[in-house]
């Protein structure tokens, strides 16, 4: 909790069995408030001796241990309301980035407001720190998509491709969810239908396939996003090799575009030209979007200070957004590249190292552009 009256006296409220965990990692907040959670039992009296369940003998001894013991609340909301009559915020208006909890609270004179976009306002520029750490992720999937192309064999499936990838992000330090960190559903025949992955998919992967690598994951809280496109024991043919080319035509043209002050339809706009102007068959089927990446595949404000919808938003110096390109086929000529772009000065920078082409086993097909 921060208070604008008390801006140097952050307050973490917690629960009880999460308090040792900072005996190990240390946080800035020195006033950290336990409450009694659901790990203690409902059939015998609270006792304000709980706490010592969770605290390590060899940390008992920490000074903000003794603060938070003696600040010790018997549920969540109890500790809350504490927390907001110090911090001089109980008749003050406080956003909440769950605003259901702040009405929940009942505060007499509390005015609750919405604090997640506050919150992703404060994440959508990123420090060097943080640019870092996208930088180490996408690495990380950049080395996963590689090893995963490596692992395929004929007669392998969706599934073995899956958990390939999985298996290549848990050797490189990472972590994918539940049903896969594979994004792209992969319709068959000539299909251009847009689906996602469902984990349930498979189907054998026959060579000549266009495999839509739209990997996420994250090391270290942060996420890691995007991919491209791999055909399986080939590479584009006919008109997919248009699209490809075309494809690659645009990312190159709108990481130049990719300033601060750019609004997302603009860009848009400016990806759909290019295509035009690649002699692509169908420029309005193109998808091309973008989003913020960081702690989340957002990042961004969904609504501004002022209340108005941030559906076209701004690049920001300092941003890292995501630009997806997907001009659409059947099995054998769609095409998809998600580049993770760093929004500067001069342009967006590409977190990937392996340029615009489609890949193959040995790497990825250099571009004319």
């Known amino acids: ?86 911090l001089r915020l109980e008749h003050g208006r406080v956003a909440f980035d769950d605003m259901g909890f702040g009405f929940r609270l009942e505060v007499e004179g509390l005015e609750v407001a919405d604090g997640y976009d506050p919150l992703m306002f404060a994440r959508a520029v990123k420090t060097e720190t943080e640019l870092g750490l996208l930088q180490r992720a996408t690495a990380l999937n950049e080395a996963a998509i590689r090893r995963t192309i490596a692992a395929w064999d004929k007669g392998a499936t969706w599934r073995d491709l899956n958990k390939a990838y999985a298996c290549a992000v848990t050797e490189l330090g990472g972590f994918v969810r539940d049903p896969g960190g594979m994004v792209w559903g992969h319709p068959r025949g000539t299909d251009p239908a847009l689906t996602l992955a469902t984990g349930l998919e498979n189907d054998v992967i026959e060579p000549g396939s266009h495999v839509m690598f739209d990997c996420h994951g994250t090391i270290d809280l942060y996420c890691w996003d995007g991919g491209k496109t791999w055909v399986v024991e080939g590479e584009p043919e006919g008109a997919a090799k248009r699209f490809a080319d075309a494809t690659a035509r645009v990312a190159q043209m709108l990481l130049s575009a990719m300033r601060p002050g750019a609004r997302i339809s603009e ?44 559906v076209d938003w701004m690049l920001e110096d300092g941003m890292v957004v995501p630009v997806h390109l997907l001009y659409p086929g059947g099995e054998h000529e769609r095409f998809w590249l998600e580049e993770v772009v760093a929004i500067g000065n001069d342009g967006g920078k590409p977190l990937f190292s392996w340029g615009f082409g489609p890949l193959t086993r040995e790497g990825s097909i250099k571009q004319n552009h």
């Open 1 to 86: 909790m921060l208070s604008r009256h008390m801006p140097d006296h952050p307050v973490l409220i917690l629960a009880d069995y999460y308090l040792a965990t900072f005996l190990k990692q240390p946080t800035w907040v020195e006033d950290l408030r336990p409450f009694r959670a659901v790990m203690m039992p409902l059939d015998l009296p609270a006792q304000r001796s709980d706490i010592d369940r969770f605290i390590p003998q060899d940390g008992a001894e920490a000074s903000w241990i003794a603060h938070a013991r003696a600040a010790y609340a018997f549920d969540m909301a109890s500790a809350v309301r504490r927390a907001l009559k110090d």
């Open 267 to 310: 860009l848009q706009a400016k990806g759909r030209e290019i295509y035009r102007r690649e002699g692509v068959p169908d420029p309005a089927s193109a998808v091309i979007f973008f989003h913020g990446l960081g702690l989340s595949h957002m990042d961004i404000e969904q609504r501004t200070a002022g209340g108005k919808s941030n």
